[in-house]
């Protein structure tokens, strides 16, 4: 599946106390001007790399320090009033519908929903087989996609790797678990 495509998704997606946890061992926090200060557990191991395109937004890269390849696509948004990702059947239904239109390229026929209670909020994630044999060279085979409510936020979430149940699933789940939307830092 392109990154592109993945992409458009979570746009779509957007327009229609921290609890402890084990191996989350470094604090991160990103002030998200006139909206928050996100706050996550990093795993040890992995290091993020933030960027703020606009005020009320942010978008955070993970990816792992070594061993097999796999990266963490995060995108935070503070919804305008009028947005269709208020509640957690709002979230569900647009998590939903941005894994049916993925469906033509992979191999799962349905979309299987798994929910991620957190600290401040929770979201829907599925995942999806590329049905590609022979991908190009830096495509990754696997997707776990989904939105999460983190407090006023509204995280679009991609994990990229080539195994369906990859480790970095598994950390992006527990890192998603404490993220908070504290009060902004004066």
């Not at 392109?2 to 779509?12: D, E, G, N, P």
Request: glycine fraction near 10%.
């Amino acid at each position: 599946m392109r990154i592109l495509a993945i992409v458009s998704a979570l746009a779509a997606a957007f327009v229609s106390g921290p609890a402890a946890a084990q191996g989350l061992v470094e604090w991160q926090e990103q002030v998200i001007t006139g909206v928050c200060t996100l706050r996550f557990a990093l795993p040890e191991g992995w290091k993020a790399q933030t960027h703020v395109p606009a005020p009320g937004a942010v978008q955070i890269r993970i990816v792992p320090d070594a061993g097999s390849r796999a990266e963490v696509l995060v995108t935070g948004l503070a919804p305008k009033d009028d947005s269709s990702l208020k509640s957690t059947g709002d979230i569900k239904r647009s998590a939903k519908a941005m894994g049916e239109a993925m469906l033509s390229g992979a191999a799962e026929r349905k979309i299987e929903l798994q929910k991620v209670e957190g600290t401040d909020g929770s979201g829907f994630f599925y995942t999806l087989t590329d049905k590609r044999s022979d991908l190009p060279d830096g495509e990754f085979r696997v997707t776990t996609q989904g939105v999460m409510a983190v407090g006023r936020l509204r995280l679009g979430v991609t994990v990229l790797a080539n195994e369906k149940n990859s480790t970095a699933v598994a950390m992006t789940f527990s890192l998603l678990r404490t993220a908070e939307c504290a009060p902004p830092k004066h």
